[in-house]
């Protein structure tokens, strides 16, 4: 059970990448804003209970939740790069106030990857002991990685909007 709990959550890290809702990204349809809007909720309630549920794995239940966890890690990798290269793709048709904030939120959630991997080798060799501290650390990282998502969502709400 717990390890499709951590597969839910590798696949709302897919899903809060791949929804690629950067600013400067082509305009989508009205209809589709909406329901950007309502998959970024959804995303955001998903991400927590996905969060919460990966603090009650035991230390037992270790090596179940560093698997799903580097499947998500490694499948949010792809989505960067696959994000990254629809921003490349994009750069001629964006004006500069978009490439910056397009940039900026790129180059922030990158960081948060840089931490979220940090915490991951935490966990990764972490002892029974610390497994508890180190969850924590983990979920939080990600928590930040979120953070960062929403505000280029919420950057690009504001920018449709204009």
Request: net charge negative; charged share 35%.
């Amino acid at each position: 059970m717990k390890v499709n709990v951590v597969r839910r959550y590798a696949s709302v890290c897919v899903l809060v990448v791949s929804i690629g809702l950067l600013p400067g990204m082509a305009a989508a349809a009205h209809h589709e804003k909406e329901e950007a809007v309502t998959s970024a909720e959804q995303v955001n309630k998903e991400t927590q209970d996905l969060l919460e549920s990966l603090k009650n794995y035991s230390a037992e239940q270790k090596d179940e939740a560093m698997k799903a966890t580097k499947e998500g890690i490694d499948s949010l990798d792809k989505h960067i790069e696959q994000l990254q290269t629809k921003i490349e793709d994009d750069w001629d048709n964006m004006d500069q106030a978009a490439r910056e904030k397009s940039r900026a939120s790129l180059k922030s959630m990158q960081e948060q990857r840089v931490k979220l991997a940090e915490w991951y080798g935490s966990m990764k060799s972490s002892s029974a002991d610390a497994w508890d501290h180190v969850k924590e650390g983990f979920s939080g990282a990600y928590d930040s990685l979120s953070e960062a998502w929403q505000q280029a969502s919420e950057e690009f709400s504001k920018d449709e909007k204009k």
